[in-house]
């Protein structure tokens, strides 16, 4: 199956930033608390599966400066518009990875201090090639929170 970005009507981070609906807030306010309360090292690369419109990924970048590098990736062409690819660059290092549907993340020697993902994992065929991608391994991380 071919994923085409042309078809999606996805919104820029201004558009998603200015009117959030109500449920957008609810997962804000759960990922701001959660991105705040992290103990990452200085300089964490983390790893966005799916990065959609980008939305996490800046969120992340904002509420936890510890975070340094995110590798973004996803099954189709860099969904995040141009602008706000260069918003998010302009924060800190940012960078996209387009990856294939149901095959292992391509990361084996790469390590990340984080892996986020959001409205992703069901819409996968084998979600255990996700949890058991060479390279990620479960930390105590979750424990904490």
């Keep these: 199956m071919r994923f085409k970005t042309d ?35 200085m300089n964490s690369a983390a790893l966005s599966v799916g990065v959609g419109g980008g939305i996490w990924d800046y969120f992340l970048l904002l509420n936890n400066s510890d975070v340094g590098n995110i590798c973004a990736c996803d099954i189709v062409a860099c969904p995040v518009k141009k602008e706000d690819r260069k918003m998010l660059m302009s924060l800190r ?13 391509p990361f084996p020697g790469e390590r990340f201090d984080m892996v986020f ?3 992703v994992i069901e819409h996968t065929k084998k979600p255990f090639l996700f949890f058991n991608a060479p390279g990620l391994k479960p930390s105590p991380l979750g424990e904490k929170l």
């Design 117 to 119: 993902h959001q409205d």
């Design 93 to 105: 290092k940012w960078n996209f990875l387009r990856i294939m549907p149901d095959a292992p993340l």
């Design 7 to 41: 078809t999606m009507s996805l919104r820029s981070l201004k558009e998603r930033l200015e009117a959030p609906t109500q449920i957008e807030c609810s997962q804000r306010k759960i990922f701001f608390d959660i991105a705040q309360r992290l103990q990452l090292p």
